[in-house]
């Protein structure tokens, strides 16, 4: 090896051996931790400090356990679901829109009520703020393992919220540790912020929900987000910055329930396009809240009425008992 060569085999490892050193001198001190930074409906950071939320590794963040969660079949992380029985099993896998209700329950109870005599349980696993690529690490972590006869998955809302600063994506690779502090030293923020998970992603999540559920013989309904995007919910979207101006709010949630729509045709998931139906319906202000996004009570026992509707040949043809 001549003399230039070993020059630059002995830089190269300076710069390697130094670069290394920076990396662990970055991660000693702790720079470039990150805490949760999504923006979806509350403040996450808030949220942690209050107790609201209780931080996840794999799921960002996860509610505490609640007396609440036995009446709603709520499922945590961190608490065993009881063995699937005789009973047939649907999962209600979703954000604040399958969770948060005002005086009746939210509808995974209402749909179960209405099922009362056909030996069914329905179990929620919905989050405030959570994402299809929450619910595709939780299916991973949890929930397919708890063997559902069926699956109703309605998301899309936190999906194409900006994002404070990364992507879900990103954000979980950070928590993994698998990027580079290094990195961060030069990172810029890109203006506008992101959307908390791309419309790509998207489609590729909910395909990948379909698949393996079904996979374990699952049924899947996917759920379009109704939505009443007035001028005042419009101006709330903007002021707490979930959008930025430029930004179409009904424009980008369209495209998000196009892709819900898309998933459907091109697999054999079954659509409740409940985008469309409370559109027909009417009353937008009776059934969805003055933000345009939440069900009202009486959304609630209609989302409930439309998915007793759309599931009865599922379950008309499962008459026989559990898997």
Not at 97 to 118: H, M, N, W
Not at 254 to 281: I, P, Q
Request: hydrophobic share 40%; proline share 6%.
């Amino acid at each position: 090896m001549s003399d230039t060569s070993k020059k630059i085999v002995l830089l190269t490892m300076a710069v390697i051996m130094a670069l290394g050193m920076g990396e662990i001198v970055l991660r000693v001190i702790d720079y470039g931790s990150i805490t949760p930074e999504m923006n979806f409906g509350v403040n996450t950071q808030m949220a942690l400090d209050k107790g609201r939320f209780l931080p996840d590794e794999d799921l960002f963040w996860k509610l505490p356990v609640h007396p609440r969660d036995a009446a709603i079949r709520a499922i945590q992380p961190d608490v065993a679901v009881p063995p699937k029985g005789e009973r047939r099993r649907i999962l209600v896998l979703g954000d604040s829109c399958s969770r948060l209700s005002q005086a009746v329950p939210p509808y995974s109870v209402l749909l179960e009520d209405t099922l009362r005599g056909q030996n069914i349980e329905v179990w929620n696993a919905a989050v405030p703020g959570y994402t299809t690529w929450q619910g595709l690490a939780w299916l991973h972590k949890q929930l397919l393992a708890i063997q559902p006869d069926v699956a109703v998955i309605y998301f899309g809302w936190n999906d194409h919220w900006r994002a404070t600063g990364i992507t879900d994506r990103d954000y979980a690779q950070q928590l993994r540790g698998s990027s580079l502090r290094l990195t961060q030293l030069f990172r810029k923020m890109p203006d506008p912020p992101p959307l908390r998970v791309t419309i790509e992603q998207y489609r590729e999540n909910l395909q990948a929900m379909v698949a393996e559920l079904e996979a374990i013989g699952t049924r899947v309904v996917l759920v379009t987000a109704p939505s009443n995007l007035t001028q005042e919910a419009r101006a709330r979207i903007l002021q707490t910055r979930y959008l930025v101006r430029g930004d179409n709010a009904g424009a980008i949630h369209e495209e998000y329930l196009n892709v819900v729509r898309e998933v459907c045709v091109g697999s054999s998931a079954n659509l409740l396009d409940a985008s469309r139906d409370f559109a027909e319906v009417g009353a937008p202000k009776q059934l969805l809240m003055r933000d345009g996004v939440h069900l009202t009570d009486r959304g609630h026992q209609l989302m409930a009425s439309l998915l007793r509707s759309r599931l009865a040949p599922d379950l008309a043809s499962d008459a026989g008992g559990a898997r």
